[in-house]
């Protein structure tokens, strides 16, 4: 397909005239736009999101979901590949350095400080801290865990591949805390072991790129991070400076107990001669 095709292609069941500038995008980066979530397709084009969603649903989509996924169904998509193979690595460089800088302005521009000191005294009040992360969620997850082991805060990540999962959820103290983190293309295993937990009468709270995502409609609060990245890539800055500033809170809450514990990770480490 060229770019009159795949307009053609996604015009197909339109209601009525929907905005060029947004249907121009769209046809210039195909690959891109079938992974970005909705705020970035919104910078990109310069629009609000309430412009985004009358463009996908003039074009017969429900939701923003369904008009991704017929991107990603179409032979263009399939035929094309990504942005990247019409650049060079400088300007995907630059592109990537100009995404993070974004990330960064927004993420500490809408922080909710009073949220995150909520959360910290939530991670205190737990028996323990359960992170659910699969696909893009998996290194938030290994990484929180490492974080907060750290500090002495007893943390573990919970994997629905796992063949015991049933047996573990039936054995979690109901007084921890469940973390999930949820971010595009949400995979199924993360919403539905957030959603098992939710039954069960777990505390939840999400980390994702969206209020509207699946997981943040199954928590009791969510912290929304900024996520923009260049093609099929994903950012992790937001998300990672999350976790490192939720340790610090916890760390500034109990200064003499973060202290010993990072104490006996070094002596631990030198008994058993861990590091070079």
Do not use: W
Request: glycine share 4%; charged share 25%.
């Amino acid at each position: 397909m060229n770019k009159k095709d795949i307009r053609g292609y996604l015009m197909r069941n339109a209601t009525g005239p929907v905005s060029d500038r947004i249907m121009n995008y769209v046809t210039e980066h195909v690959f891109s736009v079938a992974y970005m979530n909705m705020d970035k397709l919104a910078y990109a084009t310069e629009s609000t999101t309430d412009e985004v969603n009358e463009f996908f649903r003039t074009l017969g989509f429900e939701t923003f979901f369904d008009f991704k996924a017929a991107l990603r169904e179409s032979s263009y998509f399939e035929k094309e590949g990504g942005d990247f193979q019409r650049t060079d690595i400088k300007s995907i460089a630059e592109q990537m350095m100009r995404c993070e800088m974004q990330n960064l302005t927004e993420f500490f521009g809408e922080l909710d400080y009073d949220m995150l000191d909520r959360l910290a005294q939530d991670v205190l009040a737990a028996s323990e801290v359960v992170f659910i992360g699969m696909r893009v969620g998996v290194p938030y997850a290994f990484y929180a865990v490492n974080m907060l082991n750290r500090i002495g805060i007893r943390a573990t990540r919970f994997d629905v591949r796992d063949s015991n999962y049933i047996d573990y959820i039936k054995t979690l103290d109901r007084s921890a805390l469940v973390i999930s983190f949820g971010f595009p293309r949400y995979h199924k295993a993360t919403v539905i072991s957030t959603s098992v937990m939710k039954k069960r009468g777990f505390h939840i709270v999400s980390i994702t790129d969206s209020a509207r995502s699946p997981v943040a409609l199954l928590s009791d609060y969510s912290f929304v991070v900024p996520v923009h990245s260049y093609d099929f890539a994903d950012s992790f800055t937001a998300g990672m400076l999350l976790i490192d500033l939720l340790t610090f809170r916890l760390a500034l809450l109990d200064y003499e107990g973060t202290r010993q514990s990072i104490n006996d990770y070094v002596q631990i480490s030198n008994d058993v001669d861990l590091f070079i």
